[in-house]
């Protein structure tokens, strides 16, 4: 069973940075592909950034120049850099692992960006 385990959420005010990171119980390499999403509160949850096997990278627009995905292979990580956050960007943001057949998702952490 693969584990994800996000840190380094928290509450932040506009124009700040937070920077996020999921640890994966096994290589980042094995899987097709990691990402962040996230979810507000009545709404449903988005992809905020992907990171392929081989390196490629994908933003949601909203979050484009602003927000960049990265991974150490070393450490089975990938982290989510956020900078010049709005308070449009308050959520609970997940980990996904995408192993082609199972999606695994971690247990999420809060972002909340205050005006």
């Known amino acids: 069973q693969v584990q994800l385990v996000e840190s380094g959420g928290g509450l932040v005010q506009a124009g700040g940075s937070l920077r996020l990171s999921c640890a994966a119980s096994?290589?980042?390499?094995?899987?097709?592909?990691m990402g962040w999403y996230r979810q507000a509160p009545g709404n449903q949850r988005e992809l905020v950034a992907v990171?392929?096997?081989?390196?490629?990278?994908n933003y949601a627009d909203s979050v484009k120049g602003r927000f960049t995905i990265s991974r150490d292979s070393a450490k089975n990580t990938i982290y989510l850099q956020m900078n010049s956050l709005k308070p449009e960007d308050t959520a609970v943001y997940y980990c996904?692992?995408?192993?082609?057949?199972?999606?695994?998702w971690g247990q999420g952490t809060q972002v909340t960006v205050s005006s």
């Open positions: 990171i392929s096997k081989g390196g490629s990278t």
């Open positions: 096994r290589s980042t390499f094995s899987f097709n592909g």
């Open positions: 996904n692992a995408d192993d082609l057949t199972i999606n695994y």
